[in-house]
């Protein structure tokens, strides 16, 4: 298998844009997570689907961000309007159960002007 | 609330010594913990999982150990290699909430030829 696979890699945009960050999990793996990781807070997890539902998505800071799972193999995270305090790397992770070894794709790194 | 300390920070050795990395978490209630490693502009990769009735795992080079009483673990790099140079990261799955990973903020590590 490819691994859980991320795009875009790079993302510069303006205060204010759109931003769409996409991921295609594991083949098979049921639990699907976002994750954010900077400087100041470390990894933190921000929402996570089981069989394309949300389950928890306490993690997620603010109505700006908003996800999705339209079926097993994608999902997408979505900020709009996007602020430069936005800028992190997110990452999007897959497992075969909750509580399983976690795998990761490579990150989308955004930075927003 | 579950916190997850990593200590060094970061740290520097001359190729082929023996080295341990530690981890301390506060909540002995703990599902699981998984170490991961994280090489700079990229994901992060699983190294090893331990249940937390395990009170250890190895694979290759890499032996982890856990003391869930203690609220401690350690990953120990046998014979290191200038390979091994990168980010290592502890996380531990709370009890309550098994599907979060909690995580340390990393030890650096960089393996002198």
């Known amino acids: 298998d490819a691994g859980v696979i991320q795009s875009p890699r790079h993302e510069v945009t303006e205060m204010g844009q759109e931003v769409t960050l996409r991921c295609k999990p594991i083949?098979?793996?049921?639990?699907l997570f976002w994750y954010r990781q900077t400087m100041m807070r470390g990894l933190e997890l921000l929402i996570y689907?089981?069989?394309?539902?949300?389950?928890?998505d306490s993690g997620m800071p603010e109505d700006r961000f908003s996800a999705k799972m339209p079926n097993a193999s994608f999902s997408t995270l979505k900020i709009q309007p996007s602020e430069p305090r936005d800028s992190a790397v997110y990452f999007c992770?897959?497992?075969?159960?909750?509580?399983?070894?976690?795998?990761f794709g490579e990150g989308s790194r955004l930075t927003v002007l | 609330k579950q916190e997850v300390t990593q200590i060094p920070a970061a740290l520097s050795v001359p190729e082929g010594e023996n080295l341990v990395l530690n981890c301390s978490f506060t909540?002995?209630?703990?599902?699981?913990l998984q170490w991961f490693r994280q090489d700079p502009g990229k994901g992060l990769t699983s190294l090893l999982l331990?249940?937390?009735?395990?009170r250890e795992q190895t694979s290759g080079r890499l032996n982890a150990s856990l003391d869930k009483s203690s609220g401690r673990s350690t990953l120990y790099i046998a014979a290191s290699q200038p390979g091994d140079s990168a980010t290592y990261l502890c996380?531990?799955?709370?009890?309550?909430?098994?599907?979060?990973?909690?995580f340390g903020s990393g030890t650096r590590l960089l393996v002198r030829p």
């Open positions: 992770a897959s497992s075969l159960d909750p509580a399983g070894e976690l795998f």
């Open positions: 083949s098979g793996h049921d639990y």
């Open positions: 689907f089981n069989n394309n539902v949300p389950i928890d």
């Open positions: 909540d002995s209630a703990i599902y699981n």
């Open positions: 331990i249940q937390s009735s395990q």
């Open positions: 996380a531990v799955r709370p009890m309550d909430s098994s599907y979060k990973l909690i």
